[in-house]
Structures are given as C-alpha cells and as structure tokens.
C-alpha cells in the first residue's frame, strides 16, 4: 500500500513539525515583520531598541516558563527543561536584578494548561534559539554588546533544537497534533501583540 502523499490538503499525512511549520507561517511572518523583530533582524539595531524587545521578551517568557515548570513531571526528563529555561538571561543581560527585575510581565497568555498547549508553545520559543543567533551577528555588526539571551544555547543551540524536534515528533498523536498546531499558531499571535504594541 502507497503512502498518503504529504500535501497541505491532506494534514493528517504531515508530520507534526511539518504541520506547524506550514501552518504557523503567517503568524511567524507577522511577529517577525513587527517593528522589533524587523530592526533587530534587518535593520540598523540601537541598544536602547534591543533592550526595550529584551524587556517583552522577558514579560512573556517568565509566564511562559512558570507553565512549563509546572508540568515539568509530565513532560519528563528527556525534554531538559531546566536546561530550556532563559527568562533569567535577561535581567542579567539588562543588567537589572534577577530576583526583582522589575519588569512589566505580558497580560495575556495564550492557553498553557495541558501538555499539547505547552508543547505547541514550547516549538515557537525553541524555534526563537535559532533566530536569536542571527539577532546577535546583527548586534555585533552594530558595535552593540551581544546578549546572552540570544545566544540561545551556544554551541548546543543545533543539538537541541534537533533533540526537541526528534521528541515532538514522538509525543504528538493524531488526538492531539491539532491542539499542538493551534497553540503553536496562538502563542505567535500572543507574542506579536505583547512585543509589537504600540
């Protein structure tokens, strides 16, 4: 018997990292377009701009992260979560504390209460290591001192977005590859409203 061919028509054919990567798109262009993301990107970055996106970030992915430790059992060791965990880089790389960073945190999260709402979340904030490195080389062309934020994980930024991709792959089911796409494409939405208000 002939495999299902893999076509945007026919998603139960796709994978699920090929799903969210076709259907996250739009929502991925749209953060990425914003006026923090374009600049730090393309633009002419300035400290003053990259701090002031560092700060959102912060304001989601504290939340964020306070989700994920709470379902850090369900999850499991083979995800490295304390390993995964960056919110606390950046008051040091704001130089501000990291008990009181006295940071605003976003007001409006996406869903975070079930193990596909994570996981659909976790594949936007793993996906921003690999963009994080590009925002770098952007800062040191500018003269701008790198942040360690967005260095993601270093060397190990590769392996572990492999590692993550490898363990998606292995969690998602059929019942539950459309609550990971649809959270996936919510937390993008939500990050561009947070980074890109006014």
């Known amino acids: 018997m002939s495999d299902v061919p893999s076509t945007p028509e026919n998603p139960a054919a796709l994978t699920i990292l090929a799903r969210l990567r076709a259907e996250t798109r739009p929502y991925h262009d749209a953060?990425?377009?914003?006026?923090?993301?374009?600049?730090?990107?393309?633009?002419?970055?300035?400290a003053a701009g990259t701090a002031q996106f560092l700060e959102r970030m912060y304001g989601f992915l504290q939340p964020y992260e306070a989700a994920l430790r709470a379902h850090e059992g369900e999850l499991g060791a083979a995800w490295e979560?304390?390993?995964?965990?960056?919110?606390?880089?950046i008051p040091e790389d704001l130089g501000r504390s990291a008990d009181d960073p006295g940071?605003?945190?976003?007001?409006?999260m996406p869903p975070l209460h079930t193990v596909?709402?994570?996981?659909?979340?976790?594949?936007?904030?793993?996906?921003?290591?690999l963009g994080g490195q590009v925002i770098n080389r952007q800062l040191e062309r500018a003269g701008i001192p790198l942040r360690r934020y967005f260095s993601g994980y270093g060397e190990r930024t590769g392996p572990m977005w492999?590692?993550?991709?490898?363990?998606l792959t292995a969690a998602a089911?059929?019942?539950?590859?459309?609550?990971?796409?649809?959270?996936?494409?919510?937390?993008?939405?939500?990050l561009d409203a947070w980074i890109n208000q006014p």
């Open 31 to 46: 953060l990425e377009a914003g006026a923090f993301n374009e600049s730090l990107r393309v633009g002419a970055p300035t």
């Open 81 to 89: 979560l304390p390993q995964r965990y960056r919110a606390h880089l």
């Open 173 to 190: 089911t059929p019942a539950t590859a459309d609550e990971i796409v649809a959270s996936a494409a919510r937390t993008f939405q939500h």
């Open 162 to 167: 492999k590692t993550f991709g490898q363990l």
């Open 103 to 108: 940071l605003p945190l976003c007001p409006t």
């Open 116 to 129: 596909p709402q994570l996981l659909g979340a976790l594949y936007v904030m793993e996906g921003s290591t």
